[in-house]
């Protein structure tokens, strides 16, 4: 008889799980890995819809969430409020995360390398063009580094929220880079070679020695690959993991204003649960939290 109602009991939750509502969402890669921890934690926790979320780039996903075709898109590059306007979207921020410059360098380990900003916004002008330059080795006087090794720029080739905030940073650091290439998720390169999402830019700099590109923080992590340290306008250089990393962004969600009732309604209980019990993950892989102030409005404006 227990056996029995064991039995019916797993089926009746089964049978309740497959019958859970699914959302699906797509959209930046930044995000991507805070993301897959909340909708396996929600969907533990909680009894509310599935949820499923593609990583593919932030312009993939804004097209897409502006198509109807997925329930909510994540970028990176956030649209202006005309912009939402226009398309009949809603645009929430979640959390906040780090991108760093990557490199593929002989015996060199993580956060050795210095590079200040003319340093850096030169090397991705390709005005600097081997690892024996005299301006990074003026940077770098205890860091042994190659004699004769090119340097290969590695940029993202999709729509890319990440790209978003490495050129917003470079253009506010560089005049030049700023009247050049300017900021955005789609910029024209000067030199280098493309790499599909975060992950393929970690690849491609993984198997090219004196490759240098940049990846939100935690792919970095993963990819084990060497960070840079940077300069703030002091001229004081950071890690990545320290308080005052200069290259910061804050990762978006969006959604449709003419969403169906039910689907904006279990869309709307998933990011209230990411904002109350969602920190200590996002912690753990090395994003900040948004503060409690701006939390609180969201869930009071927007996801009440």
Known sequence: ?????????????????????????????????????????YTADELGAAINYQSVGSGAGINQI?????????????????????????????????VVP??????????????????LSAIFLGEITNWNDPRIAAENPDVKLPKTLPITVVHRSDSSGTTNIFTSYLANVSTKWKEKIGAGSNVKWPVGIGGQKNPGVCNTVSRIRGAIGYTEYTYALEAQLATVQLCDAQGKYHTAQAPFWPILGTTYILFRKDMDTERCEALKAYLRWCFKKGDSQAITLHYTPLPEPVKAQVLRDVLK
């Open 1 to 41: 008889m227990k056996t029995s109602l064991i039995l019916a009991a797993t089926l009746l939750a089964a049978s309740s799980y497959a019958e859970r509502l699914t959302l699906n969402g797509a959209g930046a890669s930044f995000p991507a890995p805070v993301y897959q921890q909340w909708t396996y934690a």
């Open 66 to 98: 502006k198509a109807g075709t997925i329930d909510f898109a994540g970028s990176d590059a956030p649209l202006t409020p005309p912009q939402c306007d226009e398309s009949g979207l809603v645009q929430i921020p979640m959390l906040t995360g780090a």
């Open 102 to 119: 990557i490199v593929n360098l002989p015996r060199l380990k993580d956060a050795q390398l210095k590079l200040s900003n003319a340093t």
